[in-house]
């Protein structure tokens, strides 16, 4: 690591000021990414400003028909909090694949959105259900959001403060682990939503992507032999030592047909 | 009667601190005025140093020095070495290139130290190793084992295609004439996958240089103290032996990878008298993966020549072994004295031969990792007989029965130098048959093909050979050392023990199964020993601990210790008993008169030894007896593994759905720690087969250096495994009829998980069996039946 200030502000508005007074800070949610990162000298903030003081950003709330999460609620709670079990069931079993159980008592939802790793399970859960994340200035609808390769569409100084998920008709998250990293090598959400069928595949490119064909076949039989004809082009996908883009794309549908006999 | 003697389970007295964190590990170590060590690491595989600077480094805050080849060549310091001469068929000796402490106008790996920074804390030793700089001159890199010697890459000076030595061993004129004669030849290409130890506890030093005494300490992660001060007296030459002690307190962990003598370690020592400061360095998980010395990375080819009914005639093979870019401490007797001895397995094969090219390469030292050369021959052997048994339409366990040395042939004399004192294979595979459920497996088979998975059984018969010895021998093959051990039995006046070992425990369970031996041989509480290891100022010399030798060779000095308390403690007992020596027997913990009930405790005899108040004239006081043990052979555990999986076809995914392990030891001091090092051992074999993978791309760039890429097996990947240990065949040349068995379960479980790979999905695939690699492999086989 190398030094910096510490800045641990009690609310949004401070957060925000803090971060206009110190361009070269950086936020700090759980830890999970951002420390690792900063022991092994990959980043030299000026300052750090921890957003673990701050009340409004934590939280789980059904509001009408959605469920409303603080940027700072843990993968944890997430997976055990019970109004999103019984809301959106997918979306705890989603949290409860994330990492391992000391993983999920400190990494958020606002760090790993706003981290965008291509392997991370959250952003199939933001895009495969169609939320829309809630900053301190604005509201970006989850697909927006996600722009590319660790990129998105937060401006300089915003931050995430929540993350607003409708209840599907129906949805399930099946995942495909790197057997290293333990990170989705393919990880697919698939949901029937008042706004028609979601296919949201994570792990697999640069960045969270939907797979129109899918959504289209499934939309008339909502079920895995609906999409047992169509197969997904390999040309755009990551490739590593522990998947060719080719195998990811075949585990796309692989994955997809086990999300949905889940739902059954 | 001792009730914590040797046979019983005892939970382990060390277990304590290491689960409640008071273990002391060199790290925990903290000496006044110490300061920090950071190496800067070549970021190139292969590149001349053309210059460095160091004077941005040196102005910086804290800076106490900044070291590099130049001063280690200036202060005239020697190198690391290679402590076992191979020679090859040409009778040549072994070509190595020098391994300077800090290299020396050329690195040859990614990770290779090129200089040192020495500050006052950690973090302002980072900060000024990022501020020298280094110009290289970047030269083309050679990294596969099977592509180095075309390459026209030169990693050494006159070294030519990187060939460190061409060995054989076996006869080849008598092994080609089988092959003419043969019904059927099997012949299997294999890679034995490179792998990283990844011990819990990265490598870790202190040097402290004692301006007073004109004496150095060096507080290491060892698994062998002494031969640590060893090659840094004789060899490196920091400081003569006697002005050396070499300390290796608690070690979590080695695996092999902490027996070899490290540049940092000597580094640490050498600068704390440059800056007449302890130096500490503690590697983090990053130079781990990079530095410390990999395991296995053999191509090999290998043939059985077979008459009409499977059995073995002869074994042909040719191994390349990747020594990466230097020679470490024993890495060239890995491929040869510990792995090629060893293809004879558990069969009567009549005539062996084996040659083996040993390579550098642009990468990582490669050497011992547990098991070390024998894993790389059972996984040869074991998938060659499988395949044979493919061929011949034998059943796996048939044409190992068939080909089994029988019981009455021990002591049995392989084609390949060894002779195995013991053994009897039947009953393991009997008894690993009836666990595993063999004859219930075509069911199990049709269930898994209902559910649409491919199940698959795979054998895996291995033997191996621990305690390396005896001296005399090795040290006619080119060991530079003796591999006999040492051990201490020192009472004091309330009848307490301390045991001292030259062998070291880091996570063996010496301390309990030592203090289990002491208690069963002298009839004290097993609670009164104390068994201290690790400490070259403390202890008897002593070789370490590695290839399984600390009980059958470390053992068996501390029964022969004993054995001379009893001998003067009847001398005690006679002269207090008024009997002649010859009369007393001792039994239990006491001294008695035979045919008598007089008697004295162990107890009233060492009291007696040091308060020598009523004592035999002549005979010295005291009760402290060493002894030192040469073996007069290895000794051969073996066994049979059987392994059953599914594989998902969709996705590839290999599950082992029961892995069944039978063992013969020979007698056995505690099952629980036994079984213990079965399951770590299979931990690490399954890892190698189905998860483990060291990477490097084309450039040298070590592509699996961290969790998130290098699959370290964890717990919810293997299954519940059956651990049986036989009645065995005890060992006929040490007194406590023990084998060893530490590094059995990575020995045996890499074949038996590959072929049963192999049995559910038709085909051969390479370690480890990743989920891609079985999809694609059934993908090809489909193919081929759609095309039929
Ligand atoms: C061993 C391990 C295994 C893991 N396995 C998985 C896995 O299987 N699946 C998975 O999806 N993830 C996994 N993760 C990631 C983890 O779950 C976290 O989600 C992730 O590390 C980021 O969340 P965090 O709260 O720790 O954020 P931090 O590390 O604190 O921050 C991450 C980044 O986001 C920024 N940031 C944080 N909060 C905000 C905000 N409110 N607004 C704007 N920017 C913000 C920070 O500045 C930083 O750049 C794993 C992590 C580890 C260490």
Same mark, same amino acid.
């Given at each position: 690591?190398?030094?910096?200030?510490?800045?641990?502000?009690?609310?949004?508005?401070?957060?925000?000021?803090?971060?206009?007074?110190?361009?070269?800070?950086?936020?700090?949610?759980?830890?999970?990414?951002?420390?690792?990162?900063?022991?092994?000298?990959?980043?030299?903030?000026?300052?750090?400003?921890?957003?673990?003081?701050?009340?409004?950003?934590?939280?789980?709330?059904? /509001?009408?028909?959605?469920?409303?999460?603080?940027?700072?609620?843990?993968?944890?709670?997430?997976?055990?909090?019970?109004?999103?079990?019984?809301?959106?069931?997918?979306?705890?079993?989603?949290?409860?694949?994330?990492?391992?159980?000391?993983?999920?008592?400190?990494?958020?939802?606002?760090?790993?959105?706003?981290?965008?790793?291509?392997?991370?399970?959250?952003?199939?859960?933001?895009?495969?259900?169609?939320?829309?994340?809630?900053?301190?200035?604005?509201?970006?609808?989850? /697909?927006?959001?996600?722009?590319?390769?660790? /990129?998105?569409?937060? /401006?300089?100084?915003?931050?995430?403060?929540?993350?607003?998920?409708?209840?599907?008709?129906?949805?399930?998250?099946?995942?495909?682990?790197?057997?290293?990293?333990?990170?989705?090598?393919?990880?697919?959400?698939?949901?029937?939503?008042?706004?028609?069928?979601?296919?949201?595949?994570?792990?697999?490119?640069?960045?969270?992507?939907?797979?129109?064909?899918?959504?289209?076949?499934?939309?008339?039989?909502?079920?895995?032999?609906?999409?047992?004809?169509?197969?997904?082009?390999?040309?755009?996908?990551?490739?590593?030592?522990?998947?060719?883009?080719?195998?990811?794309?075949?585990?796309?549908?692989?994955?997809?047909?086990?999300?949905?006999?889940?739902?059954? | 009667?001792?009730?914590?003697?040797?046979?019983?389970?005892?939970?382990?007295?060390?277990?304590?601190?290491?689960?409640?964190?008071?273990?002391?590990?060199?790290?925990?170590?903290?000496?006044?005025?110490?300061?920090? #060590?950071?190496?800067? +690491?070549?970021?190139?595989?292969?590149?001349?140093?053309?210059?460095?600077?160091?004077?941005?480094?040196?102005?910086?805050?804290?800076?106490?020095?900044?070291?590099?080849?130049? @001063?280690?060549?200036?202060?005239?310091?020697?190198?690391?070495?290679?402590?076992?001469?191979?020679?090859?068929?040409?009778?040549?000796?072994?070509?190595?290139?020098?391994?300077?402490?800090?290299?020396?106008?050329?690195? +040859?790996?990614?990770?290779?130290?090129?200089?040192?920074?020495?500050?006052?804390?950690?973090?302002?030793?980072?900060?000024?190793?990022?501020?020298?700089?280094?110009?290289?001159?970047?030269?083309? #890199? #050679?990294?596969?084992?099977?592509?180095?010697?075309?390459?026209?890459?030169?990693?050494?000076?006159?070294?030519?295609?990187?060939?460190?030595?061409?060995?054989?061993?076996?006869?080849?004129?008598?092994?080609?004439?089988?092959?003419?004669?043969?019904?059927?030849?099997?012949?299997?290409?294999?890679?034995?996958?490179?792998?990283?130890?990844?011990?819990?506890?990265?490598?870790?030093?202190?040097?402290?240089?004692?301006?007073?005494?004109?004496?150095?300490?060096?507080?290491?992660?060892?698994?062998?103290?002494?031969?640590?001060?060893?090659?840094?007296?004789?060899?490196?030459?920091?400081?003569? @032996?006697?002005?050396?002690?070499?300390?290796?307190?608690?070690?979590?962990?080695?695996?092999?990878?902490?027996?070899?003598?490290?540049?940092?370690?000597?580094?640490?020592?050498?600068?704390?008298?440059?800056?007449?400061?302890?130096?500490?360095?503690?590697?983090?998980?990053?130079?781990?993966?990079?530095?410390?010395?990999?395991? +296995?990375?053999?191509?090999?080819?290998?043939?059985?020549?077979?008459?009409?009914?499977?059995?073995?005639?002869?074994?042909?093979?040719?191994?390349?072994?990747?020594?990466?870019?230097?020679?470490?401490?024993?890495?060239?007797?890995?491929?040869?004295?510990?792995?090629?001895?060893?293809?004879?397995?558990?069969?009567?094969?009549?005539?062996?031969?084996?040659?083996?090219?040993?390579?550098?390469?642009?990468?990582?030292?490669?050497?011992?990792?547990?098991?070390?050369?024998?894993?790389? #021959?059972?996984?040869?052997?074991?998938?060659?007989?499988?395949?044979?048994?493919?061929?011949?339409?034998?059943?796996?366990?048939?044409?190992?029965?068939?080909?089994?040395?029988?019981?009455?042939?021990?002591?049995?004399?392989?084609?390949?130098?060894?002779?195995?004192?013991?053994?009897?294979?039947?009953?393991?595979?009997?008894?690993?048959?009836?666990?595993?459920?063999?004859?219930?497996?075509?069911?199990?088979? +049709?269930?898994?093909?209902?559910?649409?998975?491919?199940?698959?059984?795979?054998?895996?018969?291995?033997?191996?050979?621990?305690?390396?010895?005896?001296?005399?021998?090795?040290?006619?093959?080119?060991?530079?050392?003796?591999?006999?051990?040492?051990?201490?039995?020192?009472?004091?006046?309330?009848?307490?023990?301390?045991?001292?070992?030259?062998?070291?425990?880091?996570?063996?369970?010496?301390?309990?199964?030592?203090?289990?031996?002491?208690?069963?041989?002298?009839?004290?509480?097993?609670?009164?020993?104390?068994?201290?290891?690790?400490?070259?100022?403390?202890?008897?010399?002593?070789?370490?601990?590695?290839?399984?030798?600390?009980?059958?060779?470390?053992?068996?000095?501390?029964?022969?210790?004993?054995?001379?308390?009893?001998?003067?403690?009847?001398?005690?007992?006679?002269?207090?008993?008024?009997?002649?020596?010859?009369?007393?027997?001792?039994?239990?913990?006491?001294?008695?008169?035979?045919?008598?009930?007089?008697?004295?405790?162990?107890? @009233?005899?060492?009291?007696?030894?040091?308060?020598?108040?009523?004592?035999?004239?002549?005979?010295?006081?005291?009760?402290?007896?060493?002894?030192?043990?040469?073996?007069?052979?290895?000794?051969?555990?073996?066994?049979?593994?059987?392994?059953?999986?599914?594989?998902?076809?969709?996705?590839?995914?290999?599950?082992?759905?029961?892995?069944?392990?039978?063992?013969?030891?020979?007698?056995?001091?505690?099952?629980?720690?036994?079984?213990?090092?079965?399951?770590?051992?299979?931990?690490?074999?399954?890892?190698?087969?189905?998860?483990?993978?060291?990477?490097?791309?084309?450039?040298?760039?070590?592509?699996?250096?961290?969790?998130?890429?290098?699959?370290?097996?964890?717990?919810?990947?293997?299954?519940?495994?059956?651990?049986?240990?036989?009645?065995?065949?005890?060992?006929?040349?040490?007194?406590?009829?023990?084998?060893?068995?530490?590094?059995?379960?990575?020995?045996?479980?890499?074949?038996?998980?590959?072929?049963?790979?192999?049995?559910?999905?038709?085909?051969?695939?390479?370690?480890?069996?990743?989920?891609?690699?079985?999809?694609?492999?059934?993908?090809?086989?489909?193919?081929?039946?759609?095309? @039929?």
């Amino acid at each position: 690591m190398y030094a910096f200030g510490y800045h641990r502000p009690g609310s949004v508005a401070d957060a925000v000021k803090l971060l206009a007074d110190h361009p070269d800070a950086k936020l700090l949610a759980g830890g999970q990414t951002f420390i690792p990162t900063l022991k092994q000298r990959l980043a030299q903030p000026s300052d750090v400003i921890d957003l673990g003081g701050i009340a409004e950003l934590r939280g789980i709330r059904a /509001e009408g028909d959605n469920v409303v999460i603080g940027a700072m609620v843990k993968h944890g709670e997430v997976m055990r909090d019970a109004t999103v079990k019984s809301m959106i069931p997918a979306l705890a079993d989603m949290a409860g694949v994330i990492g391992d159980t000391q993983v999920r008592n400190r990494g958020t939802l606002g760090g790993s959105i706003s981290n965008n790793d291509p392997a991370a399970d959250y952003p199939g859960a933001v895009v495969g259900l169609g939320a829309t994340v809630i900053t301190d200035r604005r509201q970006i609808a989850g /697909e927006d959001f996600f722009t590319g390769l660790f /990129e998105t569409a937060l /401006e300089e100084g915003e931050i995430v403060t929540a993350v607003s998920f409708p209840k599907p008709v129906a949805a399930a998250y099946e995942k495909f682990r790197n057997p290293a990293s333990r990170y989705a090598m393919v990880g697919v959400f698939v949901a029937k939503t008042a706004g028609g069928v979601r296919v949201a595949v994570t792990g697999a490119g640069p960045c969270v992507f939907r797979l129109p064909e899918f959504e289209q076949a499934l939309s008339t039989n909502f079920a895995a032999d609906a999409i047992q004809h169509l197969n997904v082009d390999a040309s755009g996908l990551n490739a590593d030592i522990h998947a060719s883009a080719e195998y990811r794309a075949h585990l796309i549908k692989v994955v997809a047909k086990r999300a949905l006999a889940k739902i059954g | 009667m001792a009730t914590n003697g040797i046979g019983s389970s005892v939970k382990r007295k060390e277990d304590l601190r290491f689960i409640t964190g008071s273990g002391r590990y060199t790290d925990d170590i903290q000496l006044p005025h110490q300061a920090y #060590a950071c190496f800067v +690491r070549s970021p190139h595989a292969h590149a001349t140093i053309n210059s460095i600077d160091r004077s941005a480094a040196e102005a910086m805050p804290g800076v106490l020095g900044v070291f590099t080849g130049e @001063e280690v060549a200036a202060d005239g310091l020697g190198g690391l070495i290679c402590g076992w001469m191979v020679k090859s068929k040409d009778g040549s000796p072994m070509k190595a290139g020098p391994h300077p402490i800090l290299a020396h106008r050329k690195v +040859r790996y990614v990770g290779d130290h090129v200089a040192v920074v020495v500050a006052e804390t950690l973090q302002q030793a980072r900060d000024a190793a990022e501020a020298v700089e280094v110009e290289y001159g970047v030269l083309p #890199a #050679a990294v596969d084992v099977a592509k180095t010697h075309d390459s026209g890459v030169d990693i050494h000076d006159d070294i030519p295609n990187n060939l460190v030595y061409d060995w054989e061993i076996g006869d080849k004129v008598a092994t080609d004439a089988a092959f003419a004669q043969a019904k059927h030849v099997t012949r299997v290409e294999l890679i034995n996958n490179r792998l990283v130890p990844n011990a819990m506890e990265p490598r870790a030093a202190l040097g402290h240089y004692d301006t007073g005494m004109d004496a150095y300490t060096l507080y290491t992660t060892s698994q062998n103290p002494h031969v640590a001060r060893l090659v840094i007296s004789a060899f490196v030459g920091i400081a003569p @032996e006697h002005k050396l002690t070499v300390i290796a307190p608690d070690v979590g962990g080695g695996f092999g990878s902490k027996i070899f003598i490290y540049a940092e370690e000597c580094v640490c020592l050498w600068a704390s008298k440059k800056v007449r400061r302890p130096v500490k360095w503690t590697a983090d998980r990053t130079e781990a993966f990079l530095s410390d010395a990999h395991g +296995r990375d053999h191509v090999s080819v290998a043939e059985m020549a077979m008459d009409e009914n499977g059995q073995f005639l002869a074994l042909r093979v040719n191994t390349k072994a990747n020594m990466g870019a230097y020679l470490s401490t024993f890495s060239s007797c890995i491929p040869t004295y510990l792995y090629a001895t060893l293809l004879a397995g558990q069969y009567k094969t009549p005539a062996i031969y084996c040659d083996v090219q040993a390579y550098y390469t642009n990468t990582a030292p490669v050497d011992a990792y547990r098991g070390a050369g024998r894993p790389e #021959a059972t996984y040869l052997v074991e998938t060659l007989v499988e395949e044979c048994a493919k061929d011949m339409k034998l059943d796996p366990a048939e044409i190992r029965r068939r080909n089994f040395i029988p019981k009455d042939a021990f002591p049995y004399q392989t084609p390949v130098a060894l002779q195995y004192d013991t053994g009897d294979y039947e009953p393991c595979l009997d008894k690993a048959l009836e666990l595993a459920d063999y004859a219930g497996f075509p069911e199990r088979r +049709r269930q898994s093909e209902a559910k649409g998975k491919l199940r698959g059984i795979g054998f895996s018969a291995y033997i191996e050979a621990c305690g390396i010895a005896p001296s005399a021998v090795i040290g006619s093959l080119g060991a530079g050392v003796g591999l006999w051990e040492s051990a201490k039995v020192r009472f004091s006046h309330t009848g307490k023990v301390q045991v001292l070992t030259g062998t070291h425990s880091h996570g063996q369970g010496h301390e309990t199964t030592f203090a289990q031996l002491v208690a069963s041989k002298l009839g004290v509480a097993y609670e009164d020993v104390d068994v201290i290891h690790g400490d070259t100022s403390k202890t008897t010399v002593g070789m370490g601990t590695y290839g399984s030798r600390s009980l059958a060779v470390g053992g068996e000095a501390l029964v022969k210790a004993c054995d001379k308390v009893i001998a003067k403690g009847k001398k005690i007992a006679a002269h207090l008993l008024e009997a002649s020596e010859q009369d007393i027997v001792f039994q239990d913990g006491n001294f008695s008169v035979a045919g008598t009930d007089r008697s004295k405790s162990i107890g @009233e005899i060492v009291f007696a030894a040091l308060v020598p108040h009523n004592y035999p004239p002549g005979l010295e006081p005291g009760m402290e007896e060493t002894a030192y043990y040469d073996p007069a052979n290895f000794t051969y555990p073996s066994g049979v593994y059987i392994c059953e999986l599914e594989v998902d076809p969709d996705s590839g995914v290999v599950e082992i759905q029961k892995f069944t392990a039978v063992d013969d030891f020979g007698n056995v001091i505690n099952p629980m720690i036994v079984e213990g090092q079965v399951h770590g051992g299979l931990a690490q074999g399954i890892g190698q087969a189905l998860l483990e993978n060291a990477v490097y791309d084309e450039s040298g760039q070590l592509i699996s250096a961290s969790y998130m890429d290098y699959t370290m097996p964890r717990a919810d990947d293997l299954p519940s495994f059956v651990v049986h240990t036989t009645a065995g065949t005890a060992c006929t040349h040490n007194s406590l009829g023990v084998k060893g068995c530490g590094e059995a379960g990575a020995i045996g479980s890499p074949p038996a998980v590959m072929n049963a790979v192999a049995d559910a999905i038709g085909t051969r695939i390479s370690m480890p069996a990743t989920p891609e690699k079985v999809w694609r492999a059934l993908q090809k086989t489909q193919l081929a039946q759609a095309a @039929e």
